[in-house]
């Protein structure tokens, strides 16, 4: 049973494979947290299930443990929900009213306040075999006036009993996202959060916790990812008594609204799980989870050639339909042409908003090149940015009510553009208009989704619900609708890089855009962040110039495919002026990756040698048979001539034997078990060398 509830001791328990989560109702009423980590018997528990009392200083410590509970009494800590009714009264008693169990891995506790008709319905769904639980909440306004909701917490977790608490998380910015960042919790709050109005590039939702030990392969880690694609917050907030609890949901500042009398609103889910055995498990948990209970599709990405390198705005057909005679060559099973392709967008200055296609750019209709393209073998995609518009346009020329401002500010113009409003009604059907327009007219499979911008002055508010909310809940629609609409056509989530990528978004894309930053170095780096929480069956890569146009650096072109090869492959690449020898060595690489697609996209990551230890780095993918596995390698540079080391791979079976090649050279045998105790020889030389070692069961 995933659910088990001991009516006499008030205790329920979550199990799952890995897990038990524990919680029950005190004397008091309240539901308290009780223990989360390796499986116990949960009865044993009760005995903790009881008020805490210090001082009148700290009078209900065992408030410090709520599961959910909301801000009123003698409780000081980040709470998961703070409310002001209609008579003026802030202050929430919250109090364990019943439960309902259904299909066995669904739980909703309620709670209501002792006075006011407002219930709270606490829920929780039991991923068992993925050892993750999704939570989230519902409050439902019974109360003839409407109650303004301050802050409402989609989840509070609990963890305890650590000698030190060590927090891992992300930071970054535009082009350098995804950097990991750990940091030991004193008494206080640590708070990772966005206010910009999408997820951001600056931190991602997620969370990891551990006392200070764990590492890539061993080690207690409690975790937690949130799936909202707008503001958010999560807080970690240490106790003087030793407790750690982390309160995560949609961001309160600028946020609070108002819940009419019958009405109910639903947070986002925020998912926790547990595994004894590092960040490594963690990784591959979230990612199995990601893939089968998240994703809409668990079809493998298309080897895409995306053009914005080659022509940036200077789009014509003669010259994308060379191109894409080329990128057939290589194997290519996607042709995608990015900005320019509309409207006067001739630079990011003007155009923007105006989804017509540029006549003079494509003088006989984009039909033409999409039969080209088609006739050559791939399908054909496109990049979108709906959100935006420039002030040179006819869009905004005919609604310049459409974008986010205040009456009394100009308005701030970020990549010469403005946001729209997409909380309007009138801007969310012309958005889903426009782009159903596109769909049905033209042969068009792939969408890059992109948004190039923060929201900046989000204008006159809606007490009944907040801005900052109504645009992520009107573009999951927009998406939902288009995937209903338009099932055979993948989308891609991309925000100026990796600034929308969460599990909310993840829902309803196929694939993520995780950085403008294509420098193959630099992107191992936000790959390895990007992986530590999604998976890389989403996680987009192209094989571009060098030198990089973004920092200069020359990297060999094998370095740079096997870089790309460790998500979806694309190539952004100027093609048209790759010599015989470069298109024949990239050939090759294309076609390798067909091959070790399934393993990369559908298999198990184990970060061998993650960057930052030494001057080299390691990633293994293994099939979930353990039938088959690829081993990336990368050196930066070379060292006093340096010595032959030996690198353990994981994740095979010990007692199964394997056919062994190093790029394709002639393959050896070795048993699993001389291969993840022993090692393979890492034989790399030189600055940027690279390989890739290909293991196949014998």
């Known amino acids: 049973m995933a659910i088990r509830h001991w009516e006499k001791d008030r205790l329920f328990e979550l199990r799952t494979r890995g897990t038990s989560y524990v919680f029950g109702v005190n004397e008091k009423g309240t539901l308290q947290h009780l223990y989360w980590g390796e499986p116990i018997e949960a009865p044993e528990c009760a005995f903790l299930l009881k008020g805490r009392h210090h001082s009148s200083f700290d009078a209900d410590i065992d408030r410090e443990t709520e599961e959910f509970g909301g801000w009123g009494g003698s409780h000081y800590a980040e709470p998961g929900l703070k409310a002001t009714f209609a008579d003026g009264v802030r202050d929430l008693k919250l109090v364990y009213i019943g439960y309902a169990q259904s299909d066995g891995d669904l739980l909703t506790v309620s709670l209501a306040d002792t006075h006011y008709s407002l219930r709270i319905d606490v829920h929780y769904k039991v991923s068992e075999d993925h050892d993750i639980i999704e939570r989230s909440i519902t409050i439902n306004n019974g109360e003839p006036q409407p109650v303004r909701i301050e802050q409402a917490m989609a989840a509070v977790w609990s963890v305890s009993g650590l000698a030190e608490y060590r927090m891992t998380h992300v930071s970054g910015r535009w082009a350098g996202e995804y950097q990991l960042r750990s940091t030991l919790l004193t008494e206080g709050k640590k708070t990772i959060e966005s206010r910009r109005g999408f997820t951001g590039p600056h931190a991602n939702p997620w969370f990891a916790i551990d006392d200070g030990r764990a590492d890539e392969t061993n080690g207690r880690v409690w975790f937690g990812a949130l799936g909202w694609s707008g503001n958010w917050k999560i807080v970690a907030e240490k106790s003087t008594f030793g407790h750690v609890r982390i309160v995560g949901g949609i961001n309160d500042f600028d946020g609070a609204f108002e819940l009419a009398p019958g009405e109910s609103y639903t947070s986002p889910v925020f998912v926790g799980g547990f595994t004894v055995?590092?960040?490594?498990?963690?990784?591959?948990?979230?990612?199995?989870?990601?893939?089968?209970?998240?994703?809409?599709?668990?079809?493998?990405?298309?080897?895409?050639?995306?053009?914005?390198?080659?022509?940036?705005?200077?789009?014509?057909?003669?010259?994308?339909?060379?191109?894409?005679?080329?990128?057939?060559?290589?194997?290519v099973e996607r042709f995608v042409i990015d900005d320019g392709w509309f409207g006067a967008r001739n630079s990011d200055r003007a155009g923007l908003g105006d989804w017509r296609v540029n006549p003079d750019k494509f003088p006989d209709g984009l039909e033409a090149l999409i039969d080209e393209v088609r006739s050559l073998g791939m399908e054909f995609g496109l990049w979108v940015e709906p959100e935006s518009v420039n002030p040179d346009s006819d869009l905004y020329r005919k609604h310049p009510e459409w974008i986010y401002r205040f009456p009394t500010r100009e308005g701030t113009q970020l990549r010469n553009q403005y946001l729209l409003n997409l909380g309007l009604p009138e801007v969310k059907a012309f958005v889903l208009g426009f782009m159903t327009e596109l769909l049905s007219a033209y042969d068009i499979k792939f969408i890059k989704w992109d948004m190039n911008r923060t929201v900046t002055e989000p204008g006159a508010d809606d007490p009944g619900f907040p801005i900052w909310q109504r645009h992520v809940n009107h573009l999951y629609e927009i998406w939902e609708e288009l995937r209903r609409r338009f099932p055979d056509v993948e989308f891609e989530t991309c925000a100026g890089g990796g600034g929308r990528i969460d599990l909310g978004i993840l829902r309803y894309a196929d694939q993520a855009w995780i950085s403008d930053n294509t420098d193959a170095r630099d992107r191992l780096a936000i790959q390895e962040g990007f992986s530590y929480v999604y998976s890389p069956s989403v996680m987009m890569c192209w094989v571009t110039a060098s030198p990089n146009g973004f920092n200069g650096r020359r990297l060999p072109l094998s370095y740079r495919f096997h870089s790309a090869m460790m998500g979806g492959l694309g190539i952004g690449a100027d093609i048209g002026v790759w010599t015989d020898e470069e298109m024949e060595e990239a050939r090759g690489y294309v076609a390798l990756y067909k091959e070790i697609r399934h393993i990369v996209l559908q298999g198990d990551l184990f970060r061998l040698e993650p960057l930052g230890r030494s001057n080299l780095a390691a990633y293994q993918y293994t099939s979930a048979d353990t039938h088959e596995a690829v081993v990336f390698a990368f050196q930066d540079s070379q060292h006093f001539g340096g010595e032959e080391r030996l690198i353990r791979l994981r994740g095979l079976d010990p007692d199964a034997a394997y056919e062994v090649s190093l790029d394709g050279g002639e393959p050896i045998v070795r048993h699993g078990s001389t291969l993840m105790r022993l090692g393979y020889p890492l034989t790399l030389r030189g600055d940027y060398g690279s390989w890739l070692l290909r293991l196949k069961r014998a």
Do not use: C
């Open 277 to 331: 055995q590092g960040y490594g498990e963690m990784s591959r948990m979230l990612h199995r989870y990601e893939r089968d209970a998240v994703l809409p599709t668990r079809a493998l990405r298309k080897v895409l050639y995306n053009s914005w390198e080659a022509t940036e705005f200077d789009v014509r057909a003669d010259e994308q339909i060379k191109l894409a005679r080329r990128a057939a060559t290589l194997g």
